[in-house]
């Protein structure tokens, strides 16, 4: 597959447009807006500066990976495409909505991929008139860094589009692992516990969140801290990913924290909001 479309340009979408244009594929990026546009392909081009003022491109590898990558507000300019990714907003009535209409657009036998954290693949699969060709590509943040993808299988996704999206996964230089459909897959039904109980702790005065992530990080050999790592994802994304949890298990152990759900209300998300355990400036 060579033709990659991928719908949203947030953090998620930029770094997948990113990193399918650095290994050669022809990109085509979809936002609501050109202004959402131009910020997506700012961030991309500071990105790739990076790599070049660090000497491992050069000026000319830059602006090739910028000429892989068109942009457009209209669904309908991905009826080329191989491959479309969702990387949209984490709500499952929204994504519906998108598969319904990327299920209309894409060609026959185009793969339709959703980079949740944590929402059903099979129920995205379902608003679909081609289950078989719906499957999970959840990318780590940052995505040109990150190596894994988990990829999941809904219940109806074919060996045939697992086998496609596995060997795209390491053309474009990740990890794919296999998980099947379960709340929270694997990676986010095992972190967001974790961050949730390091929340209580906060909550119940245990420690400050510098204790926590102190005692995570020395003690456990975290690179970062689970309240740390929480304020990077957005506590918002945070607790939306409990919620699921919560429901789709129906185990009071994946209740958020109260903590987490007032931080929220108050719009202290993180680093994106310049606030959440930790102030962030600039």
């Known amino acids: 597959m060579k033709k990659i479309a991928v719908v949203g340009g947030g953090t998620m979408g930029n770094g997948i447009a990113?990193?399918?244009?650095?290994?050669?594929?022809?990109?085509?990026?979809?936002?609501?807006?050109?202004?959402?546009?131009?910020?997506?392909?700012?961030?991309?081009?500071?990105?790739?500066?990076?790599?070049?003022?660090?000497?491992?491109?050069?000026?000319e590898d830059r602006d090739a990976v910028l000429g892989r990558i068109k942009t457009t507000t209209s669904v309908d300019d991905l009826v080329d495409a191989e491959l479309i990714v969702e990387a949209i907003v984490e709500n499952l009535e929204v994504k519906l909505g998108l598969f319904r209409r990327l299920d209309q657009v894409a060609a026959p036998g185009a793969i339709l991929a959703s980079n949740t954290s944590s929402i059903s693949i099979t129920k995205l699969a379902a608003a679909t008139k081609r289950p078989a060709d719906v499957i999970g590509m959840h990318f780590m943040n940052p995505v040109p860094v990150m190596t894994l993808v988990e990829v999941i299988r809904g219940i109806a996704t074919s060996d045939q589009t697992w086998k496609k999206v596995d060997e795209l996964a390491r053309a474009m230089g990740k990890t794919p692992i296999e998980v099947n459909d379960y709340p929270g897959f694997v990676s986010n039904r095992v972190l967001m516990p974790m961050i949730n109980e390091a929340i209580f702790a906060v909550y119940e005065g245990v420690a400050t969140a510098e204790a926590i992530d102190g005692v995570m990080?020395?003690?456990?050999?975290?690179?970062?801290?689970?309240?740390?790592?929480?304020?990077?994802?957005?506590?918002?994304v945070c607790l939306a990913i409990l919620r699921v949890l919560e429901s789709g298990f129906g185990d009071p152990k994946y209740r958020p924290c109260p903590l987490l759900v007032k931080m929220v209300d108050a719009g202290w998300l993180g680093r994106k909001s310049g606030r959440g355990f930790y102030e962030y400036n600039g």
């Open 217 to 236: 990080k020395l003690g456990m050999n975290h690179p970062m801290g689970p309240l740390t790592l929480a304020d990077f994802i957005g506590l918002d």
């Open 18 to 59: 990113h990193t399918a244009a650095q290994t050669g594929h022809e990109v085509t990026l979809l936002e609501v807006s050109a202004e959402l546009l131009d910020k997506a392909l700012g961030t991309i081009r500071k990105n790739l500066q990076r790599g070049v003022d660090k000497g491992k491109m050069t000026a």
